[in-house]
């Protein structure tokens, strides 16, 4: 699904004369409080790997060695790295993380996509690693990027980082020395507007930067313009731009990818939405909250053609079956203008009118849908000092859970909608509706997937990427952590809310034990797992089969699982199948206490099952 939705996205983009794309984002996220949460795949680094594989393949094309095909781009993997963990939950501060957590939890993702595709460019991270920024850091992009892995493309700052090793990391005095220790370090382009990398002729007259050294960047950013074809033809085509832009294929392929990633966290019953019979009064359906009547994009939106929010795609798909009606229920912020500096959350004097207003319209209705979430201006890139995008709490902004409990107290249904960009804090309301959803930002047909979800036309099977927090003060909080951790606290359940890879489904599975085509492998050696997975329910629907791998005692200390392979599935009533994996080496290595990459000999538990909490175990040994 990944990779055909960019593959999508690479053909519009190339009509329109556009070479390089700055997709897809691999850093492994592991602070939701992070504005940026929402442009990852996710905390674990084996799946931001697979996906980031999947993006590249869609938008440069499978194989793709060095001339870019037709409808195809480059892709930039982004960001380089530690991005996803900074102090604090705040854009471009510092990676407090040692070599072996950024080479066990923040490279994986990036390896896995230069070693396995042709991607055409790299971009360095904000932020600094052990005191070094990623801008000027020669092991990161030298030792490990292009002499360890191989990489040959270009490595591009993000915006403005050059100059920020002066104005924020203050490592450099000037700009021209600002673009010394970036070109020393490998960084190829000084994106956007080249103002440190503007001084490198007048260092170069000086003596103070090599000829070669210029050389070699500009061989590496002209070999990208050849492979492009942009010397034969560095135009766009308008007529094919206009033509192929949301045509009736990608509006498809957008209903559908929005079907697949929703994720339904809750259901007692309530879901999938009932109709009466034929000569019943036909049913009103009170569609609630500050993402109801907006279809939401999230960061760096750009402007579709169509969007179609929640309200309209229940309207279109019920017709005159059901009445309609909305409420906004609340406002979050004053406006949702992703780019505006300030924000301003909306006025609660005003909001508790529109609770008022919501809950005379939800006393009338026989079913209450709920959109509650974030705005484009509450999760977001805090590029700035003066446009910030990172919280310290994830509670639900504004008047949000003041208008739930107020239609809670209805007595009536309700089933929950979250449209948002990180997992929020809502252990009482997780407790008290009869339903969630999670859509995040559904993308411009959201309104029309969430309908075919709520009516049961889709069956939703999408399952967590991330970890649900029952509070901020859990975090950090990701399934794969060390076996110290997660001792507890007074006066808490120490459990998630939702736990990594969580996610239901309108019919039910069993997922059975997995089992070895060998109990004993050697470490060079491969092993092949299945796993039975039987639909149980009464409707065809899809399950996620995933495998996890632990270390049952290692020279070093490791993860308590990791998860190693997943597959997703869809099957009709009453029908099994057997999935089966092959786990190699890479499911086993480990970094030692020499810092050296190994699979060490001993006993592993290879587990599988529907979440990361939910897992049956067999043993496999490993010899020398």
């Known amino acids: 699904m990944v990779r055909e939705v960019n593959s999508v996205i690479a053909r519009e983009i190339r009509s329109r004369g556009v070479s390089l794309v700055l997709s897809p984002v691999v850093d492994v996220a592991r602070d939701p409080r992070w504005g940026r949460f929402e442009e990852t795949f996710g905390e674990d680094p084996y799946l931001a790997g697979e996906l980031g594989v999947a993006a590249v393949e869609g938008l440069q094309g499978i194989g793709t060695k060095d001339k870019l095909p037709d409808g195809k781009v480059f892709a930039t993997l982004k960001h380089m790295t530690g991005h996803g963990q900074p102090e604090s939950g705040t854009n471009v501060g510092p990676a407090n993380i040692s070599e072996r957590v950024v080479r066990e939890y923040f490279l994986p993702p990036f390896e896995q996509v230069v070693k396995r595709t042709n991607v055409g460019a790299v971009m360095a991270s904000y932020n600094e690693i052990d005191g070094i920024p990623s801008h000027a850091n020669s092991w990161l992009l030298g030792d490990v990027l292009r002499g360890e892995w ?196 909306a006025n609660p004097v005003e909001n508790r009118k529109l609770i008022a207003e919501a809950v005379v319209q939800a006393r009338a209705a026989d079913q209450i849908v709920l959109t509650l979430g974030d705005t484009e201006q509450t999760s977001r890139e805090a590029w700035a000092d003066n446009h910030l995008g990172d919280r310290d709490s994830l509670d639900l902004v504004g008047e949000q859970q003041e208008l739930f409990d107020a239609l809670k107290a209805l007595g009536k249904p309700i089933t929950l909608v979250l449209i948002n960009g990180r997992p929020p804090s809502i252990s ?134 990791d998860l190693r392979a997943f597959k997703r599935v869809t099957l009709a009533p009453g029908e099994s199948r057997t999935i089966s994996f092959t786990l190699g080496k890479e499911a086993f290595q480990m970094w030692n206490d020499k810092m050296k990459r190994v699979v060490e000999p001993g006993e592993f538990d290879i587990m599988a099952g529907n979440s990361s909490a939910q897992l049956k175990s067999v043993t496999l040994t490993i010899t020398q």
Not at 277 to 286: C, F, N
């Open 428 to 561: 009482k309301i997780a407790s008290e509706a009869n339903a969630i959803v999670e859509a995040w930002y559904p993308g411009e047909q959201g309104g029309t997937a969430l309908a075919n979800i709520l009516m049961g036309d889709a069956n939703p099977g999408g399952k967590l990427t991330v970890t649900f927090p029952r509070n901020v003060g859990q975090l950090p909080f990701f399934y794969n952590h060390k076996p110290t951790a997660r001792r507890g606290y007074l006066f808490s359940d120490k459990s998630p809310l939702y736990p990594f890879g969580h996610g239901l489904s309108y019919t039910t599975f069993e997922v059975g034990a997995p089992q070895l085509s060998a109990t004993s492998i050697a470490a060079s050696d491969t092993v092949s797992v299945t796993v039975p997975v039987k639909n149980t329910g009464s409707r065809a629907g899809d399950e996620v089969v995933q495998v996890y791998v632990r270390d049952k005692v290692s020279s070093v200390t490791r993860s308590v699982m």
């Open 150 to 345: 191989g990489f040959k493309g270009m490595v591009v700052s993000d915006y403005f980082a050059i100059d920020e090793l002066i104005s924020r990391h203050k490592i450099a005095g000037s700009k021209e020395e600002a673009a010394i220790r970036a070109l020393t370090a490998g960084v190829d382009s000084d994106l956007p507007n080249g103002t440190s990398y503007e001084t490198l002729v007048k260092l170069v007259r000086e003596g103070k930067v090599s000829e070669s050294a210029v050389d070699n960047a500009v061989k590496r950013m002209l070999r990208f313009k050849f492979n492009a074809g942009l010397f034969e033809n560095p135009y766009g085509d308008a007529k094919l731009a206009n033509k192929i832009t949301n045509n009736a294929e990608a509006v498809s392929l957008a209903v559908k990818a929005a079907e697949r990633s929703a994720i339904l966290l809750k259901n007692d019953g309530m879901l999938p939405l009932k109709l009466p019979v034929a000569g019943q009064p036909k049913p009103t359906i009170a569609i609630i909250g500050p993402s109801a009547n907006v279809a939401r994009i999230g960061g760096y939106p750009g402007v579709p053609r169509k969007k179609v929010s929640l309200v309209e795609g229940m309207r279109n798909k019920l017709g005159d079956r059901a009445n309609i009606v909305f409420a906004q229920g609340v406002k979050i912020t004053e406006d949702d203008d992703w780019y505006g500096d300030e924000v301003k959350l």
